[in-house]
């Protein structure tokens, strides 16, 4: 299933809100800077990095590979590791 | 457009935000037993919740024509106190027969822990012993992936739960692809901060299709929208999506999922509505 719209009519209504996002994002960034300390070893700064870095590629799944980036890893062998089984 | 919601919390909401439902569509809801902002001390403290969402939540909805349905458990975050969480377990059975009773949710993961997998386990044996209708509440933020992951191995782990009967809800870009290719059904949240906006609703419409996919508002005593679902309703129109495609979304599907629970009698608005009049129209 596709959007009805076309990508200039998706252009026309999303521009304006896309801009105040990145906006947004620009201004917190320029905020830690200004403030007192140093948060640059944070692994957060660096999962916002990798994010910002994510947004530059051309593919069609940036939602879902930005969502993982904030994820917590999933192990396939948690059940052994908590020592329970499903019936 | 007639509509359900089939993930709200209406006993953290006002009289007024039932009036206001109706007159936005809503004409059903479901309420999956949930945390109340508080660690709760005792399992009596559940039965009298479990009285509310059977009796006296039924009684507020009719009031504005909408018809409620809940569903039952001891949620995730206090599932964390095994010993209580045992302890209410064992009162659940007293209140399944109740005629407003979906099945046993919103069971599932918080923090991802052993005692929340023990005791979601303990929820599943509940459901396949009573042959309820499962109803999934998925992590937050970054404990999302791994929980819904977690969770659909114990889904799947046990041959005695079908797919096709439980709704995993707060699905997201990056969890619902394996909620939907193993055959649940899946539930986007709408809410302003967290978990999913009206767009990115629509978006995974775009993506996946409207087989098995519903949304809803998860209404609840923090940050929250009740009438997100009217939200996601117009996101659609302006994206000019056919009125059939909106009604199978936040309608036909709560409805078609629901109808495998004994206990959903649902009456369409227009049920005494004579066809001459239908066809008329």
Request: hydrophobic content about 40%; charged content about 30%; aromatic content about 8%.
């Amino acid at each position: 299933m596709s959007i009805p719209l076309s990508a200039a009519e998706v252009l026309n209504r999303e521009f304006l809100e896309v801009r105040c996002k990145l906006l947004e994002v620009a201004a917190a960034l320029d905020r830690l800077e200004r403030a007192d300390g140093d948060v640059s070893d944070d692994p957060r700064m660096k999962r916002i990095q990798e994010a910002l870095d994510l947004l530059n590629r051309h593919q069609g799944d940036r939602a879902e590979q930005l969502q993982l980036i904030f994820s917590r890893a999933y192990d396939e062998q948690w059940q052994a590791q908590y020592k329970i089984s499903p019936r | 457009m007639d509509y359900f919601d089939p993930h709200i919390h209406m006993v953290s909401r006002i009289t007024d935000d039932y009036e206001t439902l109706a007159k936005m569509g809503c004409v059903g809801m479901s309420e999956p037993a949930f945390w109340a902002g508080f660690d709760r001390g005792s399992a009596e403290s559940f039965r009298d919740y479990f009285r509310q969402l059977t009796e006296v939540e039924p009684k507020r909805a009719a009031q504005y024509g909408i018809q409620h349905y809940c569903w039952l458990c001891i949620n995730a975050k206090e599932a964390e106190n095994v010993t209580l969480s045992r302890e209410v377990i064992k009162i659940i059975p007293e209140f399944l027969d109740k005629p407003n009773v979906l099945g046993i949710g919103e069971i599932g993961l918080n923090k991802n822990t052993r005692n929340e997998a023990i005791i979601f386990l303990e929820h599943l044996e509940l459901a396949a012993r009573y042959d309820q209708q499962i109803l999934i509440h998925t992590p937050h933020l970054e404990d999302k992936y791994q929980g819904t992951r977690m969770i659909l191995d114990m889904l799947l782990g046990d041959s005695r739960i079908e797919p096709s009967r439980v709704l995993v809800d707060h699905v997201e870009e990056h969890t619902i692809r394996p909620v939907l290719e193993k055959g649940f059904w899946a539930g986007m949240t709408l809410y302003p901060v967290s978990k999913c906006t009206p767009q990115r609703a629509a978006d995974m419409v775009e993506m996946y299709g409207p087989e098995r996919l519903m949304v809803n508002s998860a209404g609840d005593w923090g940050p929250s929208k009740p009438t997100a679902v009217p939200d996601f309703i117009l996101e659609m129109r302006r994206r000019r999506h056919p009125e059939s495609l909106i009604r199978k979304i936040v309608y036909e599907n709560p409805l078609q999922f629901f109808s495998q629970s004994q206990n959903f009698r649902f009456t369409p608005r227009d049920a005494g509505v004579s066809q001459e009049v239908r066809a008329a129209r």
